[in-house]
């Protein structure tokens, strides 16, 4: 029986995705995304993919860094049992942790490929507690004008919930204008901020009071100082009431016992593409147990979860909505990186209805995904 769980196959194939329009952060600007896809197969012939995306926030994931690592991962681990996917996925982060895009999407694959052969669907082996999810809509830190142009056609296809990409590099008043922009395009959305590590904390906190003076809502603000400024956040903890969310600050779950321990942030964007299942898990209870432990000694807000993505086709996003339903903690989602990208070849996974995700019906093993 455990012969047909070996992990027998590995393949990796780096794509280049060119995207619709330019994505434009504090970070830089991409029109394209240097991915690799990977195909994991088991002795017994179950299936399973996953996706490396290349970031700019992460510049040194590039296609070869990710095709290597890969392949040295597949070395050191053919024909380990799938089963014991715990001990599996520990020992690709020792063995290539430095290439944390490429573990995830080696763990990815191996998830998928071990439920299909176990066949059960991915996000019933995570919870199961939904089949559908809300996603927003990014927009890139581009003029007023054009963030203006880019909500009012979010609008029309359905979406209420934005997050504005920020850039502390420029004038102040650039990034008042694009809230500003964006309210007036859509009067009734909910706005979220992304910094991108950009801000300082005196930028921070003119940018929120200007906010305040215009009367437009700043829902949460994700990532403002550079990542693990630990120092910063926890200089801002006491003078600033719009909710922090960490990013880059947290990839590990020591990284997120840190930011929880010291109520340096509200919550914690978790991306699969980056942390994987197993540490993005672990990152969520460490936020859960310390709020826990905090709320049994004082009043406190529980944590805010979101899931988020880098640049994956739907062939890599597919986990992270699978298993935002299976564990149904989310406050936000921002998995709209098959919106950002041209076409790709792909069947299955989800089906998107403007901002809505839905798991196809009925739920086939696995992610039900595959290349095209």
Sequence with gaps: MQEK????????VPVRWPLRRPFVTSLGAKSYSDNVRVMARLSGGATGYGEASSSLAMPFQTAANMSAALRRLFHS????????????????????GKYPTAVAAFETAL?????????????????????????LMSVSAVDP???????????????????????????????????????????????????????????????????RRDGLSVEVLEEPFKKRSWA??????????????????????ADARRAARGR??????????????????????????EDERFRRSAASPRPLFMIGCMAESK??????VHWA?????????????????KPTPCRGGYVRRGPTLSLPRPLPPGLGVEPA
């Excluded at 998830?111 to 996603?135: K, Q």
């Excluded at 062939?315 to 992270?320: K, N, P, R």
């Excluded at 149904?328 to 919106?339: E, H, I, M, Q, R």
Aim: glycine residues 8%.
């Design 5 to 12: 769980f070996r992990l027998s196959v590995l393949r990796v």
């Design 77 to 96: 681990l053919r024909g380990s049992d799938a089963r014991d996917i715990e001990k599996i996925v520990s020992a690709a982060w020792r063995l290539e």
């Design 111 to 135: 998830w998928d490929a071990l439920s299909r052969a176990l066949g059960m669907p991915f996000s019933v082996l995570w919870g199961g507690a939904s089949t559908t999810i809300e996603t």
């Design 145 to 211: 004008e054009e963030v203006s142009a880019r909500v009012r056609a979010g609008r029309r296809r359905g979406f209420r919930l934005f997050k504005l990409k920020l850039n502390g590099h420029e004038p102040p008043e650039r990034d008042r204008a694009r809230l500003r922009a964006a309210h007036r395009a859509c009067p009734r959305g909910r706005f979220l901020a992304d910094a991108n590590q950009s801000y300082s904390p005196e930028n921070l906190s003119a940018f929120l009071a200007a906010a």
């Design 232 to 253: 910063a956040l926890a200089s801002v903890r006491a003078t600033v009431r719009t909710p922090l969310l960490l990013d880059e600050s947290v990839q590990t779950p």
């Design 264 to 289: 340096l942030a509200r919550g914690v964007n978790v991306k699969l593409a980056k942390s994987g299942l197993l540490r993005g898990h672990h990152i969520l209870r460490e936020f859960w147990g």
């Design 315 to 320: 062939l890599g996003l597919a986990a992270s």
């Design 325 to 341: 339903c299976g564990l149904g903690v989310f406050d936000y989602a921002d998995l709209d990186s098959d919106l950002l990208l």
